[in-house]
């Protein structure tokens, strides 16, 4: 139960314009760190999935427009995904290229 109120206050958080991304991706990492030390993995990946997130705003801050191209591409592509949480997505891509 306590997990479903961390979730709820991190969503709030991820909304707070006032916060800038990465302090939001450092707290997304940390809590992900301490799940994957307990060996809850499964809520590990959903804290994984919001630092990914969290990162991609980082990158399209204006400040940043030219630079990290890479991590950009590879950002986009892992998105296709929603970060590892949605097996599905990917598997239709692969059949509308079949």
């Not at 030390?37 to 590990?44: G, H, L």
């Not at 630079?67 to 970060?83: D, R, T």
């Amino acid at each position: 139960m306590g997990i479903f109120l961390i979730f709820h206050a991190l969503l709030k958080l991820k909304k707070n314009d006032n916060i800038p991304f990465k302090n939001q991706r450092e707290t997304f990492r940390i809590i992900k760190d301490q799940l994957m030390k307990q060996n809850n993995n499964i809520d590990a990946l959903y804290f994984r999935s919001l630092e990914m997130e969290a990162y991609n705003m980082e990158l399209n801050e204006p400040e940043n427009d030219n630079k990290y191209i890479l991590e950009k591409i590879l950002l986009g592509i892992n998105q296709s995904n929603s970060y590892g949480l949605n097996y599905l997505k990917p598997a239709a891509i692969l059949l509308a290229f079949n």
